[in-house]
């Protein structure tokens, strides 16, 4: 076996065994430990979805409002609660440092994947419910839908790696962090369409890959119904960019650690 | 092998800069025992995590060629919420090993009982030290990192951890930070000796401890 081989066993062996533990840590050991990381999420979501659609106009600018915000607040969790569980991860965890095969990028890794497949079992039970109810219907384009989805969790894990890197170099990103997720519900995506906008407005927000994302995500529940602007050229381009700047400060970030 | 080339490390403190080490160099060939000597706070803690790859050095090179345990001391390298079980659970599927076999290593090394089903951070300190120095055996590395260990526990505990370390590893190399002369002179081969960041390797060890004595 070559040793970039052995390392990349080695590497899946280490992740595995950290999100075992993590589950353990976070969710104890009974038997409803991994349950809460399927009930999580659902938690927020569907008491947050059933609100709304009791007090908002279930047909506003056209559309119908359930999946509108169905499609809106699954992305929204992810993006939250990875950027949340990925605050001071390296600080919480220094005890595995302790042991030479186990990196920080391991323990992203770990991390992330955990935050994502808890969200993506989420989204599947959560369409369930809604579904069964008829509050919403299958996604017209699904695979514009999945596209737009895997956008969601690489935007998501991309900002993690950058977060997650920089908040142990100065606190206060701690600090903008909590505005700034709250204020992403605003400007994200999540509330509108870019078709919505007026023009001028409309190109500044498609700056945004999470925006070009939620129109993807959009594009693929509604359909040719609506007009969505996703361009996954530009989106993958911006994403990787910004993966890349991810991975470069979380390779030096190691050096910012200080253990007791 | 473990080569350490001009090792400087630096900590950061409300923006003052303040220098552990100093272009330290030092090397260890497979078998060797090394001993680290230095008053409190001379940076052989910090040596220790360097070798051990727990922090990075500012500065400098640390090459190695064998297998390194993680620093064996008096904290760290567990989590507190688990239990005994689940840390030993998590240690061996992170190094590949079987559990039953670390288990029973451990069970019958550190004598915890049935303090192994309980969170960790119920031990006391030198419960905890049995614990992580216990499961370092059982992981059998290369080489040792000890920092000041040998000294915990009770003289049972004691007299079994000479036996494991330095009779039955006497093969292993080790980079062992301690104050006790008898210990050194009977399993060392060279000190390395710290002060104020300045490290210097000695041969002669009844002439690194006059010197460390007269610090």
Wanted: glycine content about 8%; hydrophobic content about 50%.
């Amino acid at each position: 076996m070559s040793s970039f081989w052995r390392g990349l066993v080695i590497q899946w062996r280490v992740v595995g065994a950290l999100i075992i533990r993590e589950i353990y840590t976070r969710f104890g050991r009974e038997s409803l430990g991994f349950a809460w990381i399927v009930a999580e999420p659902l938690v927020f979501a569907i008491p947050v979805l059933f609100v709304w659609r009791a007090v908002r106009d279930p047909n506003e600018h056209g559309i119908s409002l359930m999946p509108f915000l169905w499609s809106g607040y699954l992305p929204l969790l992810l993006f939250r609660h990875l950027g949340g569980r990925i605050l001071l991860f390296i600080r919480a965890n220094v005890p595995l440092l302790y042991h030479q095969r186990v990196t920080i990028f391991d323990i992203f890794l770990a991390r992330a994947l955990l935050e994502i497949f808890s969200n993506l079992t989420a989204l599947v039970v959560s369409f369930a419910v809604f579904y069964t109810i008829g509050a919403v219907d299958v996604p017209r384009d699904l695979p514009m839908f999945y596209l737009g989805y895997f956008y969601m969790i690489w935007w998501s894990v991309a900002v993690a790696l950058v977060i997650g890197a920089l908040c142990e170099r100065t606190d206060w990103v701690q600090q903008v962090w909590m505005p700034y997720s709250y204020l992403y519900m605003m400007f994200s995506g999540f509330f509108y369409l870019a078709d919505w906008l007026p023009p001028s407005l409309r190109n500044v927000a498609l700056y945004q890959p999470y925006t070009q994302a939620y129109e993807m995500i959009r594009g693929g529940v509604f359909g040719t119904t609506i007009t969505t602007y996703g361009d996954p050229a530009y989106t993958t381009f911006a994403l990787a960019i910004l993966t890349l700047f991810g991975l470069w400060l979380m390779r030096d970030s190691r050096k910012y650690v200080v253990i007791e | 092998m473990i080569n350490a080339i001009d090792v400087t490390k630096d900590y950061r403190t409300e923006g003052r800069v303040n220098r552990v080490l100093s272009n330290v160099s030092f090397n260890l060939a497979k078998g060797e025992k090394l001993a680290l000597l230095g008053r409190n706070g001379s940076g052989k803690s910090t040596l220790i995590r360097l070798v051990g790859g727990v922090e990075l050095p500012t500065r400098g090179t640390i090459e190695q060629t064998m297998s390194v345990s993680w620093p064996i001391g008096l904290a760290g390298g567990f989590h507190g919420s688990l239990t005994g079980n689940d840390n030993m659970r998590f240690i061996a599927r992170v190094y590949n090993k079987p559990f039953d076999q670390i288990k029973a290593y451990v069970e019958d090394f550190a004598e915890l009982g049935k303090f192994l089903s309980e969170p960790m951070r119920t031990y006391s300190t030198g419960m905890k030290a049995r614990f992580m120095f216990a499961l370092s055996l059982a992981i059998d590395f290369d080489c040792y990192l000890i920092d000041e260990v040998i000294a915990a526990g009770d003289q049972r505990f004691q007299r079994r951890s000479h036996e494991e370390l330095f009779e039955k590893r006497a093969d292993r190399s080790m980079i062992l930070a301690s104050h006790i002369g008898e210990i050194i002179k009977a399993y060392c081969s060279r000190a390395l000796v710290l002060h104020r960041g300045r490290g210097k390797v000695f041969t002669d060890l009844d002439l690194a401890l006059d010197i460390y004595n007269d610090l």
